[in-house]
C-alpha cells in the first residue's frame, strides 16, 4: 500500500523538477496506459426511480424500484464505469429485469473483464437475514479467494464482504492464487455444518511493511469492500451495514480463537508481552441521520465505535485462546445508547453492521501473523 506522504513528496519532486527543467519535458509526455479496472462505479437515475440507495458491489447490484415510476419490464438501465471500460448490455440499453441480468464489463485494454448480476426488485428495503451458517461461498473466478453469501428463497444475496480484493496487492504476481493465501478463507472445522469461516492475521511483506501495513487482520463484515479506494485509503474502504427489520436485542453465536506468537506494530517492531485480540462487533446506527450529515448511510473503518449516528452496540473483545478444540459460545446483549424510533424499522431507517476480525487493531495495522478466528452460526435476535 502506498503512504500519502509518499506521493506527496513524489508529486513535490516532479513538480520542481518541471519548474526548473521545462525544456527537457517538452514533447515527451506520453498518452496514459490503457486502464487496467473492469468495474461498475455507479449508478445513473433520475430523482424517485429508487426507494433506496443502488448497493454496488464487487459482482452485483442491487436496484430498488419505484414501480409507480419504473417500468420493471423495459428499464434502461445507465451506469458509470472505470475509464475507458465497455459493458455488454451497454450502459442506458433497455431491459427486462423481471429476472436478473448479467452485465460484463471489460477494461480499457482489453485483457480484464468482469460479470456483473444486476437485480431489481420494488421492495421498498431488502432486510439482512439474521442467522448465518457459512455454508453457502464461492471462490473467485480471478484472483481466487473465497466470498460467503447467503440464500433467500433460493436467491443468492451478498451479505458479506471482506479485505480479500485489496490483499491481492500483497501477493507476488508470479505467485499462484489460491483461497489459502487470504486473510478471510472458508475453513471445514466447524461448530455445524460443513463450513465455518476463518479469519487469519497475514503478513503484507515487505510491500505493505514498507507502507507501514505490516500486518493485514482476517476480517468480514455486513456490508461491501470499494477495492477502488484500498491503495489510498484502506480504512474508508470498507462499508458496513445492511437494513435490520426491528431492533436487536443479542448478537450470539461460537469461535474459536488462537492468537500468533508475536504482535507487532504499523513500524513491525515487536510489542513485548502484548497479546493478540479478536473482536466481533455489531453496531445499530440511525442510517437516516448519518446520510443527512454525512452524504452516505454505512460505517466504515474510521467510525464503526465513535459515530454519533450509533444507537447500540454487542461487542466482544478476547485475547484469550480458546483452550479446548471445541467452539466457545458467545451471546451479547446489545446495550442502547439511545432509544430508537420502533416505526423507522420498517422504513430502512436503521441499519446494523457486523465485522468480525482475527486482531482487534487490525485497523491501525497491529496484530500478531498467525492470529486464527474460526466463526459459526451467528445469529441476531430482535425484540
Known amino acids: 500500500m502506498i503512504i500519502k506522504s ?11 523538477l518541471l519548474l526548473l527543467t521545462p525544456s527537457l519535458f517538452t514533447g515527451c509526455i506520453k498518452k496514459a496506459l490503457p ?28 436496484l430498488f424500484a419505484n414501480d409507480e415510476k419504473v417500468n420493471v ?55 439482512m437475514p439474521l442467522e448465518y451458517n457459512f455454508e453457502d461461498y464461492i471462490i473467485q473466478d480471478k484472483n481466487k479467494y473465497t466470498e460467503f453469501f447467503s440464500l433467500r428463497q433460493g436467491r443468492r444475496m451478498d451479505t458479506w464482504d471482506s479485505g480479500n480484493a485489496g490483499f491481492v496487492f500483497s501477493i507476488s504476481p508470479i505467485t499462484k492464487k489460491q483461497p489459502g493465501l487470504y486473510p478471510m478463507q472458508f475453513s471445514t472445522t466447524a461448530h455445524s455444518g460443513e463450513t465455518a469461516v476463518k479469519l487469519e492475521t497475514k503478513s503484507t511483506g515487505a510491500f505493505g511493511a514498507g507502507a507501514k501495513k505490516p500486518i493485514a487482520a482476517g476480517n468480514i463484515f455486513i456490508g461491501e469492500f470499494d477495492s477502488g479506494n484500498v491503495m ?42 502484548v497479546k493478540d485480540t479478536c473482536s466481533l462487533v455489531a453496531v445499530l446506527y440511525d442510517a437516516d441521520e448519518l446520510k443527512s450529515r454525512t452524504k452516505v448511510d454505512y460505517l466504515d473503518g474510521t467510525n464503526l465505535q465513535t459515530e454519533k449516528s450509533i444507537v447500540a452496540t454487542a461487542i466482544l473483545y478476547d485475547g484469550v485462546a480458546t483452550t479446548s478444540k471445541d467452539f466457545k459460545a ?31 487493531n487490525g485497523d491501525i495495522f497491529q496484530g500478531a501473523v498467525g492470529s486464527v478466528l474460526l466463526v459459526d452460526d451467528i445469529k441476531i435476535t430482535i425484540k
Open 6 to 16: 509518499f506521493s506527496h513528496l513524489f508529486r513535490s519532486l516532479v513538480g520542481m
Open 35 to 62: 486502464n487496467i479496472e473492469a468495474d461498475i462505479l455507479s449508478v445513473v437515475s433520475k430523482e424517485g426511480d429508487f426507494f433506496a440507495d443502488p448497493v454496488i458491489t464487487n459482482n452485483e447490484v442491487k
Open 73 to 127: 419490464k423495459a428499464y434502461a438501465f445507465a451506469f458509470t464505469l472505470s475509464r475507458g471500460a465497455t459493458s455488454v448490455p451497454a450502459s442506458g440499453s433497455v431491459q427486462n429485469f423481471t429476472e436478473p441480468v448479467i452485465y460484463t464489463v471489460t477494461s480499457e485494454n482489453g485483457e480484464f473483464s468482469k460479470k456483473y448480476t444486476v437485480t431489481m426488485t420494488d421492495e421498498r428495503v431488502t432486510f
Open 232 to 273: 489510498g485509503d484502506p480504512l474508508n474502504s470498507t462499508h458496513f451495514g445492511r437494513p435490520i427489520e426491528a431492533a436487536p436485542e443479542s448478537f450470539s453465536g461460537f469461535y474459536h480463537y488462537t492468537p500468533g506468537k508475536q504482535v507487532i506494530d504499523h513500524n513491525s517492531a515487536p510489542m513485548p508481552n
Open 330 to 360: 458467545f451471546d451479547i446483549r446489545f446495550k442502547y445508547h439511545k432509544v430508537p424510533q420502533l416505526e423507522g424499522f420498517a422504513g430502512g431507517k436503521y441499519k446494523l453492521a457486523i465485522v468480525l476480525s482475527s486482531s482487534k
